[in-house]
């Protein structure tokens, strides 16, 4: 038996902020902040990051978006994302967008796709969208 060959167990994964322990699935307190940073990815396109769970941060964008000047024109949660009718003060040169929520190590990360998903927007306008939605979250 010592033989057998034993996976290695993957690495604990760090959370940020004070996300509710899975096991005890607890929820969040009524008035208590979404945790948002705004920053930028690798590439320098912003981002804003969310240390709580999915389901949570889904609801925070979600209210934040009904407080701009951004419509939610249809949204999928399953995929994560709100697709968005964009005023022209954006400068964003398409009418339209989407707001992608994704999964990764550290939370989950909210960047502005183009109208069809297939690339990030331009970090001018994007920085505008995010700063935007950033203000309504806190």
Do not use: C
């Not at 096991?23 to 902040?33: I, L, M, R, T, Y």
């Not at 964008?61 to 968005?84: H, M, P």
């Not at 939370?107 to 995010?130: D, F, H, M, R, S």
Request: proline content about 7%.
């Amino acid at each position: 038996d010592e033989d057998r060959f034993q996976p290695p167990r993957p690495p604990q994964l760090v959370v940020l902020g004070n996300a509710p322990d899975k096991e005890n699935d607890e929820p969040v307190p009524e008035g208590e902040s979404a945790k948002a940073l705004l920053g930028r990815d690798g590439n320098g396109y912003p981002i804003i990051m969310m240390s709580t769970r999915y389901a949570w941060a889904w609801e925070y964008v979600g209210d934040a978006l009904k407080q701009t000047d951004l419509k939610v024109s249809d949204r999928d949660r399953e995929v994560g994302i709100f697709y968005l009718k964009v005023p022209n003060r954006y400068e964003l040169g398409a009418r339209e967008a989407q707001l992608k929520l994704s999964h990764t190590t550290n939370g989950i990360q909210v960047a502005v796709l183009n109208e069809k998903g297939t690339a990030l927007v331009e970090k001018t306008p994007g920085l505008a969208i995010l700063e935007r939605i950033y203000d309504e979250l806190d």
